[in-house]
C-alpha cells in the first residue's frame, strides 16, 4: 500500500473522534483524515466495528477514515484479528506498545498479509521505547507508514519525551523509507510550529480539539483554529512575495556546547552566544492566536539541534548552517545570525551572517 497523500504536499490534520457525531464536526472544521478511537479506553482505545459502520456511512468517502486497532499486548494472533474486523476503514493504526524487539517484529511480520489488504500505520510509543530500527521492517511487511505518538497522556506531550531532532530523525527516516510519517501525543497549539517545520506529513489531535478533558467532545471552533494553524505553519493562503514583513528575534541565547579547531578545545564545551533576527511575513489575522505569529520556539530549537548533533569546529559553520536551517520556512525573508564564543577571552569573538531566503 502507499503512504497517505497529504494535502499539497504539506502537513495534513487528522483529528480524533470516538463517532460520526463527532466525525461531522471534524469534517465540518476541515480535518484531512478521521481517526476514530475511544480515548476513554487507553492510548489507541478501539472502537467497535458497528461504530466504524455508522461514521463511514456518516462520512461518506470525503475524507479518508483510520480506525485504531486498540491497546494490545504484542501477540500477533490478537493483533492481526483486531485488524481483520476493521478492514472497512482505509487506514488500520497498530500500537507497538513495550515488548521485547522480538514481539514487536513478530506482530509486524504477521501483519504483511494484511497489509496487502489494507492500508496499516504503525504508531510508535515516545514514553514507551520508540525503536526506530523497526520503520525497515514495516516497509518490509507493506506498512503504509508509521506514527509517534504517547502512551500516557496525563504525563505531558510528545516534545517532554522527545527533542525535536529526534523527531526530524524519525520523520526523515520515514521519508527514506517511502512510509507516511506522523506525530501526535498531547499536542498543544504551540507545538504546532514546532513540529510543523520538521514537516511530518501528519499532525494528530484529540485533547487540544476538546473544551473539557481529553475524553470530551471535541468543539467545532477549536477544530477550525487548528486547521487555520496548520495552513498558517504551511504558508497556505499567505502572498509570500507582496505580504509586508515583521522583524522577529531572539537573542543572547546562551548554550554550552563543543565546538573548536584546536585540539585542546576537542571533548570539552564551550559557552556559546546566539542571536538570531529575522524579517518573518506579516500575518494577515490580527488576533491573540497562535496562527497570528511566527513562533520563536522554531528559532531556538534549532539552536538546540545544532548542538545535538556535537562536535563543530568553527563558528561560521553554525551560523551558515543554521541560517539555511531558518530559511526553509517560506514565511522568512531574510535572517542575521550572530555566534559568538565566549570562552576564549574577556571578551567575545565569533560571526554574523546576513542570508536573504
Known amino acids: 500500500m502507499s503512504a497517505l497523500p497529504t494535502p499539497s504536499g504539506t502537513t495534513g490534520f487528522l483529528a480524533s473522534v470516538t463517532g460520526p457525531e463527532e466525525a461531522g464536526i471534524a469534517l465540518e472544521g476541515g480535518a484531512d483524515i478521521i481517526d476514530l478511537k475511544d480515548p476513554a479506553k487507553g492510548a ?153 517545520v520538521l514537516r511530518p506529513d501528519y499532525l494528530g489531535f484529540r485533547g487540544a480539539l476538546t473544551t473539557g478533558p481529553r475524553s470530551g467532545p471535541i468543539d467545532l471552533a477549536a477544530v477550525s483554529a487548528m486547521r487555520a494553524l496548520i495552513d498558517t505553519e504551511a504558508g497556505r493562503g499567505i502572498d509570500i512575495k507582496s505580504a509586508p514583513t515583521d522583524r522577529i528575534f531572539v537573542r543572547d541565547m546562551v548554550v554550552e556546547m563543543e565546538i573548536g579547531a584546536y585540539g585542546f578545545e576537542r571533548g570539552r564545551r564551550q559557552s556559546v552566544r546566539f542571536t538570531v533576527e529575522g524579517d518573518v511575513v506579516r500575518a494577515i489575522r490580527r488576533d491573540d492566536a497562535m496562527a497570528s505569529i511566527y513562533s520563536y520556539d522554531i528559532i531556538m530549537d534549532a539552536v538546540r539541534d545544532l548542538v545535538a548533533r556535537g562536535h563543530t569546529d568553527l563558528v561560521e559553520t553554525l551560523a551558515e548552517d543554521l541560517a539555511e536551517t531558518l530559511l526553509k520556512d517560506r514565511r522568512l525573508r531574510r535572517v542575521t545570525v550572530r555566534v559568538e564564543k565566549l570562552d576564549l577571552g574577556p571578551g567575545a569573538v565569533g560571526i554574523e551572517v546576513v542570508r536573504p531566503a
Do not use: Q, Y
Open 44 to 196: 489507541l482505545g478501539a472502537v467497535t466495528p458497528d461504530v466504524l459502520r455508522a461514521t463511514l456511512d456518516l462520512v461518506a468517502g470525503r475524507r479518508p477514515v483510520s480506525a485504531v486497532a486498540g491497546d494490545l499486548p504484542m501477540e500477533p494472533g490478537l493483533v492481526c484479528a483486531a485488524v481483520a474486523e476493521r478492514r472497512a476503514a482505509a487506514h488500520v493504526k497498530i500500537g507497538l506498545f513495550p515488548a521485547s524487539a522480538e514481539a514487536r517484529r513478530a506482530v509486524v511480520a504477521a501483519l504483511s498479509d494484511e497489509a496487502a489488504k489494507t492500508s496499516l500505520i504503525a504508531v510508535l510509543f515516545a514514553d514507551g521505547d520508540p525503536d526506530l530500527s523497526l520503520l525497515a521492517d514495516l516497509k518490509a511487511a507493506g506498512f503504509s507508514g508509521a506514527m509517534i505518538d504517547t502512551m500516557n497522556k496525563g504525563a505531558g506531550g510528545l516534545l517532554k519525551h522527545l527533542p525535536t531532532h529526534e523527531l526530524a530523525r524519525f520523520v526523515e527516516s520515514c521519508r527514506a523509507f517511502g512510509l507516511m510519517s506522523g506525530l501526535a501525543g498531547s499536542l498543544e497549539p504551540p507545538d504546532v510550529p514546532r513540529l510543523a
